[in-house]
T-cell receptor, first 116, second 112 residues
Framework: DTGVSQDPRHKITKRGQNVTFRCDPI?????LYWYRQTLGQGPEFLTY????????KSRLLSDRFSAERPKGSFSTLEIQRTEQGDSAMYLC??????????????FGPGTRLTVL | GENVEQHPSTLSVQEGDSAVIKCTYS??????FPWYKQELGKGPQLIID?????GEKKDQRIAVTLNKTAKHFSLHITETQPEDSAVYFC???????????FGTGTRLQVTL
């Protein structure tokens, strides 16, 4: 499978616990993005990496959230001290930006987080 | 930032009919116009896109038309099938943008 993959697909946790999600982008894609989607809404941007550098973070990304892409390949998104408001679908996307002008982003299946 | 609206928010058509979804945006610098399809429990799937130097693009039963002057673009689906039932999102942006700003979404239901 050459698409974007995410793990786990579903996560149920209790309030106050830490959770970590993983995303494997399409190989050779240099950009990786994290979005959050709540029920009935479109995805909202959280952060993105170009190679291993985290270049932009949304105001939605509170200090309880941290993302890494240590070797410019897979990425992890960690949420510390989860709150019920963190319940959402967390989507990962990747794209290849190499001098051309247009940014086609390809999404993974998402990780659905439920905080009890 | 970009203000993006989609109309209608829900659309029900009979199998075989056509469906049209319109996306209106505010940023005149936008030059890349993708449409995504999202089925229940899945991530958004890029189904068609258009760039600002083109007015229309077609791929089998789906097409996108762009009116840059009026700042809107539309998704056209002909000969709809039950598997077209999904939520559709537009995400106009500048080609160099880092993030996509998604529209409000349109739920399409194709009935038999």
């Amino acid at each position: 499978d050459t698409g974007v993959s995410q793990d786990p697909r579903h996560k149920i946790t209790k309030r106050g616990q830490n959770v970590t999600f993983r995303c494997d982008p399409i190989s050779e894609h240099n950009r990786l993005y994290w979005y959050r989607q709540t029920l009935g809404q479109g995805p909202e941007f959280l952060t993105y990496f170009q190679n291993e550098a985290q270049l932009e973070k949304s105001r939605l990304l509170s200090d309880r959230f941290s993302a890494e892409r240590p070797k410019g390949s897979f990425s992890t998104l960690e949420i510390q001290r989860t709150e019920q408001g963190d319940s959402a679908m967390y989507l990962c996307a990747s794209s290849l930006v190499a001098g051309h002008f247009y940014n086609e982003q390809f999404f993974g299946p998402g990780t659905r987080l439920t905080v009890l | 930032g970009e203000n993006v609206e989609q109309h209608p928010s829900t659309l029900s058509v009979q199998e075989g009919d056509s469906a049209v979804i319109k996306c209106t945006y505010s940023d005149s610098a936008s030059n890349y116009f993708p449409w995504y399809k999202q089925e229940l429990g899945k991530g958004p799937q890029l189904i068609i896109d258009i760039r600002s130097n083109v007015g229309e693009k077609k791929d089998q039963r789906i097409a996108v038309t762009l009116n840059k002057t009026a700042k809107h673009f539309s998704l056209h689906i002909t000969e709809t099938q039950p598997e077209d039932s999904a939520v559709y999102f537009c995400a106009p942006n500048t080609g160099t943008a880092s993030k996509l700003t998604f529209g409000t979404g349109t739920r399409l239901q194709v009935t038999l």
